[in-house]
């Protein structure tokens, strides 16, 4: 269980003797102020809701802070604690506001909004920014780049193949599998990461994503993996067995319909296509009805997919779908789990398709680049006071650094409409208001202990899809 009292940046704590006397409210509100992408897929506010705000804070959790905060030259807020402990029963006295997870929206925009509801407790409103900005930065940021992905993808169906993906779950959703359980820096971040990765796909080897979704959201069957080698389960058989290696694996998983993934660059990749499977293993595959899923781990990803694709053309055959392009045999796909990136998969498709292949012949994986490579940069997160209410009074604030005008804040209390689309696509604005907006599409997720409005996870799957089939197509 997290001490939410330490779950904060330290010098928070001497935040309560800071705000001007008489302050009764703080209002404040997280955005993405621009960055790499235009626009957003939110996500992370039901995670921050079930690991931080379930449980109240107890008499140990405020001993424990202050022997932390003290030690480390801060001052306490004992009294205050211990308020929130007799008076909300350890509960957090805040009220939060959240657009819907899985909604796609422009960045410039108010997600989040967060306004303590006891006067006393004024100084508890941005005292959570850490662990509520974490959530949030971090699941929007992968998610975001994961749809990207999907945007592409989906334009190579609509360029190169026959198959239909207007159903969540289609082949489309095992076309950028993530591998980022090992690159990343904690649990959490696999955790948090691999949830915004599987709003938009289901391929995953991320099993920490699997478990926190079944926590979180109560649902499970939402990724899936199949038998796949490494490199170990390759070269402990030794270079003079190769072949071996790979026939255990068609001997254990290769029957009618089945999926095998076998990573073939241990020793000579080109060998290992042309002689091991072309030749050696061709007939036991063909025999056995499976698919093998080849996976080059080294070379240019930009070149090296494509070739091999050409390569298993020439000796397995393939077919010429409705639009021009070539589909593999059934019993050999490919699959490209290093260098991937937001980057280069644009690249990658474009080969693959100049080449005259369908995007059918080939998956993604991708590890680090999915999970790893971000910052709170990237999307410019912030969570920044907006009012603030004095004796009684509410007044405007905001942020406005003479050194850079991109961090000028916004100000007052703030709703988010929905107004007239663009191009038929939902458009977002934010806007001030005293009070109450009954246009404001925010909702609200959190009062003083109550959870409010959560999603369902398919419902924000299928947010997603259609939104990302819209920006596609």
Not at 10 to 18: I, P
Request: with cysteine.
């Amino acid at each position: 269980m997290t001490n939410i009292i330490l779950s904060t940046d330290l010098y928070k704590a001497s935040h309560y003797l800071l705000y001007p006397d008489g302050t009764e409210y703080v209002y404040s509100y997280i955005e993405s102020r621009g960055g790499k992408y235009d626009k957003i897929v939110f996500l992370g506010i039901q995670e921050f809701k079930k690991k931080y705000l379930t449980h109240p804070i107890t008499a140990d959790d405020i001993d424990e802070a202050e022997d932390i905060i003290t030690t480390a030259g801060l001052p306490f807020n004992r009294e205050g604690w211990e308020y929130i402990l007799r008076v909300h029963q350890g509960y957090l006295p805040l009220k939060i506001k959240s657009i819907k997870e899985g909604t796609v929206l422009k960045t410039k925009n108010v997600l989040v909004t967060v306004v303590n509801t006891d006067p006393k407790c004024a100084w508890l409103t941005n005292y959570i920014e850490s662990p509520l900005l974490r959530s949030i930065w971090y699941a929007t940021t992968v998610a975001t780049g994961s749809f990207n992905i999907k945007v592409e993808l989906l334009k190579s169906y609509a360029q190169s193949s026959d198959t239909v993906v207007t159903p969540v779950l289609s082949d489309l959703s095992f076309k950028l599998n993530d591998f980022g359980v090992r690159g990343v820096s904690s649990k959490e971040s696999a955790e948090i990461g691999g949830i915004g990765h599987l709003i938009n796909f289901a391929g995953t080897d991320n099993m920490e994503a699997l478990l926190a979704i079944k926590k979180i959201y109560n649902k499970t069957k939402v990724g899936f993996s199949i038998p796949a080698y490494e490199h170990s389960t390759v070269t402990s058989w030794g270079r003079d067995k190769e072949a071996l290696s790979y026939t255990r694996g068609l001997e254990k998983f290769a029957h009618s319909g089945s999926l095998l993934a076998v990573v073939s660059d241990s020793y000579d990749l080109w060998n290992a296509v042309t002689e091991i499977w072309g030749k050696q293993l061709k007939e036991k595959l063909l025999a056995s009805g499976a698919t093998i899923i080849i996976r080059p781990d080294s070379g240019d990803a930009l070149t090296v997919p494509i070739k091999i694709i050409e390569i298993l053309g020439e000796i397995f055959g393939y077919t010429t779908n409705s639009k021009g392009y070539k589909v593999l045999h059934p019993s050999v796909r490919v699959i490209q789990g290093d260098g991937i990136t937001q980057e280069s998969v644009p690249i990658i498709l474009k080969n693959l398709m100049n080449a005259g292949y369908s995007i059918d012949n080939l998956a993604l994986g991708m590890g680090g680049g999915l999970l790893q490579m971000v910052n709170r940069d990237d999307l410019k997160f912030a969570m920044k006071c907006s009012a603030i209410s004095i004796n009684g009074i509410w007044h405007n604030v905001r942020k406005e650094p003479i050194t850079d005008p991109g961090k000028r804040s916004k100000a007052g209390r703030l709703a988010l409409v929905e107004i007239d689309p663009v191009a038929g696509l939902p458009n977002y604005v934010t806007v001030p208001f005293d009070g109450h907006n009954e246009l404001d599409v925010l909702e609200d997720v959190f009062i003083d202990g109550v959870h409010l409005n959560d999603e369902s996870w398919d419902s924000i799957v299928e947010r997603v899809h259609k939104m990302a089939l819209a920006y596609a197509l």
